[in-house]
């Protein structure tokens, strides 16, 4: 009985497995340029300039110097950027 279970869940994954290798084939000779289903679409980031981590512009913050806009993880470096200023 035991053997039976194990030999079933066995196909269940290799069956799975296949499917979604198949779905992947499909998806790719489709060649959407919009990725899987529910994936987010990808958001250019902008590094900040005082610590260098990447944030993405709508939560970031900014000043525009000198006709240039910076963006910022936090406000210590806002103000540190500012100080050097």
Not at 39 to 47: E, I, N, S, W, Y
Not at 54 to 63: D, E, H
């Amino acid at each position: 009985m035991i053997r039976f279970l194990l030999l079933a869940v066995l196909f269940i994954l290799v069956a799975r497995a296949f499917w979604k290798l198949v779905d992947s084939i499909i998806e790719g000779s489709r060649g959407s340029a919009g990725g899987r289903r529910g994936q987010v679409p990808a958001v250019k980031l902008v590094r900040d300039p005082v610590c260098g981590t990447y944030v993405p512009p709508r939560a970031a913050l900014s000043v525009n110097a000198a006709g240039t806009t910076h963006y910022f993880c936090s406000e210590r470096c806002l103000h540190e950027y500012q100080g050097r200023q």
